[in-house]
């Protein structure tokens, strides 16, 4: 089972910020397989990266995925009070299982 | 409009039995796999497991096996998650998806979630 783990649980910044959130995978992942979710309180998750580094539709340029094998990051430019949410990275592998991170709190 | 419309929110004892329910729209439902996600009341996100509608095709996560039935009825185009007997564990939040599978595996629209309470 792939194990993701997400750094770090908490991030605290300011509006008009760049904001960096890593997702360190225990084995290899494709980048095809990888994909990232943005959860406010009381809502269900959104998909905002997916392909590791597509931007799903109505996802502003703001939100961009990268990296490869077991490291990846997201990255949130120009931070909106909007943005502020807990943020989960997702796996899929060919058991098939899925599994996500932890969770990043993305905080003001 | 791709829509998940999941049941509403039920309150039940230990030891009593549920299933929930997932109705999807504007999508040809039996073309998507369907997910089951946990989450537990202040925690992350936890996949359960995933049918595919159309011929009702199901595997579980190694830690849900067991532990509950996911079904599916394309007539109706609702997916369904069963316990026959609740734990005061189960008391979380519960969301289907649908996943895509156009060679990139994700979860690309939400249901709203069902609460499930169980508590004596």
């Known amino acids: 089972e792939i194990v993701l783990t997400q750094s770090p649980d908490t991030l605290s910044l300011s509006p008009g910020e760049r904001a960096t959130l890593s997702c360190r995978a225990s084995q290899s992942v494709s980048r095809s397989f990888l994909a990232w979710y943005q959860q406010k309180p009381g809502q269900a998750p959104r998909v905002l990266i997916y392909g590791a580094s597509r931007r799903a539709t109505g996802i502003p340029d703001r939100f961009s995925g990268s990296g490869s094998g077991t490291d990846f990051t997201l990255t949130i430019d120009r931070l909106e009070p909007d943005d502020f949410a807990v943020y989960y990275c997702q796996q899929y592998d060919r058991s098939p299982r899925y599994s996500f991170g932890q969770g990043t709190k993305l905080e003001i | 409009e791709v829509q998940l419309v999941q049941s509403g929110a039920e309150v039940k004892k230990p030891g009593e039995s549920l299933k929930i329910s997932c109705r999807g729209s504007?999508?040809?439902?039996?073309?998507?796999?369907i997910v089951w996600v946990r989450q537990m009341p202040g925690k992350g996100l936890e996949w359960m497991g995933i049918i595919y509608p159309d011929d009702s095709d199901t595997r579980y996560s190694p830690s849900f096996q067991g532990q509950v039935t996911i079904s599916a009825d394309k007539s109706i185009s609702t997916a369904y998650l069963q316990w026959d007997s609740l734990k005061a564990s189960d008391t979380a939040m519960y969301f289907c998806?649908?996943?895509?599978?156009?060679?990139?595996?994700?979860?690309?629209?939400w249901g709203q979630g069902t609460l499930v309470t169980v508590s004596s």
């Open positions: 998806a649908r996943r895509v599978s156009s060679g990139f595996y994700y979860f690309d629209s």
């Open positions: 504007g999508h040809s439902f039996t073309a998507y796999w």
